[in-house]
T-cell receptor, first 114, second 108 residues
Framework: DTAVSQTPKYLVTQMGNDKSIKCEQN?????MYWYKQDSKKFLKIMFS???????INETVPNRFSPKSPDKAHLNLHINSLELGDSAVYFC?????????????FGPGTRLTVL | RKEVEQDPGPFNVPEGATVAFNCTYS??????FFWYRQDCRKEPKLLMS???SGNEDGRFTAQLNRASQYISLLIRDSKLSDSATYLC?????????FGQGTTLQVKP
C-alpha cells in the first residue's frame, strides 16, 4: 500500500540513450511533482502538474518531458541522456498546488549516466 | 546567494543532547515554512510545519522570525534515531524551495 511509488529504483545507462521513469500515487492527490537531487544534495523542483495540467516548468532542458495521463500518474521521459543528468529523481504529490500542504515523496530513482 | 541557506554540518552530538539548527531565506515574500527530514538514501518526509508563533511537536520545536527571515529547529533529548539530514523548506510562488540540509549524527 505504498503511497507514492516510482519505477525503476535504479537506472544505469549510456550517454545518448532515452529513458523513462514512472510515478504513481494512490493518495487521491490532485498535484504531482518531479524533483532532482544532485550530488550536493540540493533538491530542486523540475515540474508540477495539477489535475493533469502543467503548472510549474522550471528551467529544465527540453530533453526532459513530463507526461501526466491522469491525476494519479506522472511520468518523466529523458532524451539524449548526458553525464550531468546523473542524480536522484523524486516524484511527489500533494493535495492542492499552492505549496501550503505536505508533499509526499516517492522512494526516488537513482539515475547513473555512463 | 541561495534562496534557503543552512549549515550542512555534520553536527555530531551524544544521545540526550539538545541541538539547534538554523536556516535563513532570502525572499521576504515566502509564504509557508517547513522542516523535512531525509534519512540516508531515502526520500524526504515532512517533520513539521513552522508557524510564526512557534510550534512544538514532542521533542521538536520550530521557530520562525519573519523580520530576520530566519527559521530554527530545536531537538531536545536527542535519540540515535534522530540521525538524519534536516531540510529547511520555504514556499515561494507555489513552489517548495529546499535548503541543502543539515546532517545530524547522534552518537551513543
Amino acid at each position: 500500500d505504498t503511497a507514492v511509488s516510482q519505477t525503476p529504483k535504479y537506472l544505469v545507462t549510456q550517454m545518448g540513450n532515452d529513458k523513462s521513469i514512472k510515478c504513481e500515487q494512490n493518495l487521491g492527490h490532485d498535484t504531482m511533482y518531479w524533483y532532482k537531487q544532485d550530488s550536493k544534495k540540493f533538491l530542486k523542483i523540475m515540474f508540477s502538474y495539477n489535475n493533469k495540467e502543467l503548472i510549474i516548468n522550471e528551467t529544465v532542458p527540453n530533453r526532459f518531458s513530463p507526461k501526466s495521463p491522469d491525476k494519479a500518474h506522472l511520468n518523466l521521459h529523458i532524451n539524449s541522456l548526458e553525464l550531468g543528468d546523473s542524480a536522484v529523481y523524486f516524484c511527489a504529490s500533494s493535495q492542492g498546488s499552492g505549496g501550503y500542504n505536505e508533499q509526499f515523496f516517492g522512494p526516488g530513482t537513482r539515475l547513473t549516466v555512463l | 546567494r541561495k534562496e534557503v541557506e543552512q549549515d550542512p554540518g555534520p553536527f555530531n552530538v551524544p544521545e540526550g543532547a539538545t541541538v539547534a539548527f538554523n536556516c535563513t531565506y532570502s525572499n521576504s515574500a515566502s509564504q509557508s515554512f517547513f522542516w523535512y527530514r531525509q534519512d540516508c538514501r531515502k526520500e524526504p518526509k515532512l517533520l513539521m510545519s513552522v508557524y510564526s508563533s512557534g510550534n512544538e511537536d514532542g521533542r521538536f520545536t520550530a521557530q520562525l522570525n519573519r523580520a530576520s527571515q530566519y527559521i530554527s529547529l530545536l531537538i531536545r533529548d536527542s535519540k540515535l534515531s534522530d540521525s538524519a539530514t534536516y531540510l529547511c523548506v520555504v514556499t515561494n510562488t507555489g513552489k517548495l524551495i529546499f535548503g541543502q540540509g543539515t546532517t545530524l549524527q547522534v552518537k551513543p
